[in-house]
């Protein structure tokens, strides 16, 4: 079984500034896939960026990076350069090897301050 | 091709009445989800097909709950004799082996 654990409830950042939402996983499978969506007040998920267990370099979508620490079994997301239209919830999610579902955690609400 | 579309986007039930909600998923998906999503957490996964087979569901789809997707293109969720725990945001999903699940705007569930 997979299990996501994300411990910020809420975020603030400045306009302009970095800001990192936190991601912790559990699972025994070998092999499996982290996923970071974005879900605006509209409701609609939007994936931002995924990342493969053996990806050998963190992944990056334009202003978003992915640090992923196996050992530790986190995958933080960092948002570079925040803007307005940034403010939403953000999910982390994984899914394992045999399985086709995700597992999503409970997310982060961030508010971008101007 | 515009997306995962799900219909209706709010539905407003009484308890005790079935309710249907329609998934038309990317044209191309042979993988199609469903998850259920309540105020202030993640979603939650319900069901899965590949093509126009069922492969998995979850402990949460009681038996109230159906899910169809007749000749691998749309999908449809029944509820039936709705409860007030019901009430939820409902997402459709689909995919192709290996990528990355594209997400509906969903249909809110409301039960009075």
């Known amino acids: 079984a997979q299990k996501i654990t994300q411990t910020q409830p809420g975020m603030f950042v400045q306009e302009k500034e970095a800001v990192t939402l936190d991601c912790t996983y559990d699972t025994s499978d070998p092999s499996y896939g982290l996923f970071w969506y974005k879900q605006p007040s509209s409701g609609e998920m939007i994936f931002l960026i995924y990342q493969g267990s053996y990806d050998q370099q963190n992944a990056t979508e334009g202003r978003y990076s992915l640090n992923f620490q196996k050992a530790r079994k986190s995958a933080n997301l960092v948002i570079s350069a925040s803007q307005l239209g940034d403010s939403a919830m953000y999910f982390c999610a994984m899914r394992g090897l045999y399985g086709n579902k995700l597992v999503f955690g409970a997310g982060t609400i961030l508010r971008v301050k101007s | 091709d515009t997306g995962v579309s799900q219909d209706p986007r709010h539905k407003i039930t009484k308890r005790g009445q079935n309710v249907t909600f329609r998934c038309d998923p990317i044209?191309?998906?042979?993988?199609l989800y469903w998850y259920r999503q309540t105020l202030g957490q993640g979603p939650e996964f319900l069901t899965y097909f590949q093509n126009e087979a069922q492969l998995e569901k979850s402990r949460l789809l009681s038996d109230r709950f159906s899910a169809e997707r007749p000749k691998g293109s749309f999908s449809t969720l029944e509820i039936q004799r709705t409860e007030q725990g019901d009430s939820a945001m409902y997402l459709c999903?689909?995919?192709?082996?290996?990528?990355?699940?594209?997400f509906g705007q969903g249909t809110r569930l409301t039960v009075v």
């Open positions: 999903a689909s995919s192709s082996l290996n990528t990355e699940a594209f």
């Open positions: 044209s191309e998906h042979n993988r």
